[in-house]
């Protein structure tokens, strides 16, 4: 529940900067997604896209996705993002952020190691979005941190974040559609999410 008052709260900041701003355009969509693969994780995701001023884009992405009886993963970025091409049916975004990773054991694996487990980095992001057809809307975008920190990894040496998403959603009524995602996230060799699929709703305005 807290994780889930979290999200809420990141992305009421930034719908509500966007609005004090008079933000351009707003994009948002939440998604409950399932693992496939090893990791076997089940939760939801969230991401918030705000117009700013022309051109320039503030960006929020949040996930919370639990592992069995083993563990739970919150992942949290913020971020910038500006368009460096814009056509009919395509843009494409430039920028990056700072993100924040949670892992928390649970049962057994908890016992004796009572933090937990976190890690904090600047990363830098690439991203699309396309209109394959009528009503359709592509987004996908990947996120590299070179030079993340974990408090948890012995000697804290710092790792690399790798973070990716696409989502492809249908317009069912104005400023309203179902959409289908799939996410992943690696950081260092020994936290990943593994395939993430899901779906849900985006909102557009």
């Not at 592509?138 to 710092?158: E, I, M, Q, T």
């Not at 959603?169 to 179902?178: G, H, L, Q, R």
């Amino acid at each position: 529940m807290k994780r889930l008052v979290c999200m809420l709260a990141v992305l009421a900041v930034v719908f509500g900067a966007s609005l004090a701003a008079g933000a351009v355009s707003v994009e948002g969509d939440a998604s409950y997604l399932m693992g496939f693969g090893d990791n076997k994780g089940q939760g939801f995701a969230a991401h918030a896209k705000v117009e700013l001023m022309a051109e320039v884009f503030a960006d929020a992405g949040f996930s919370y996705v639990t592992f069995g009886e083993e563990r739970t993963e919150t992942l949290l970025t913020l971020g910038g993002l500006y368009r460096v091409a814009s056509e009919e049916d395509l843009q494409i975004f430039i920028g990056g952020g700072y993100a924040m990773l949670t892992l928390t054991e649970k049962g057994v694996a908890a016992e004796g190691n009572g933090d937990d487990e976190k890690g904090n980095g600047i990363f830098g992001k690439f991203g699309f979005t396309l209109i394959p057809g009528p009503k359709m809307t592509l987004v996908a975008d990947v996120g590299y941190a070179p030079r993340f920190k974990l408090n948890g990894n012995g000697a804290d040496a710092p790792v690399s974040l790798i973070t990716a998403r696409a989502t492809l959603s249908y317009e069912v009524m104005e400023n309203i559609a179902v959409q289908g995602t799939v996410k992943h996230y690696r950081a260092g060799k020994d936290i990943q999410s593994g395939v993430l699929i899901g779906g849900g709703v985006a909102i557009s305005f």
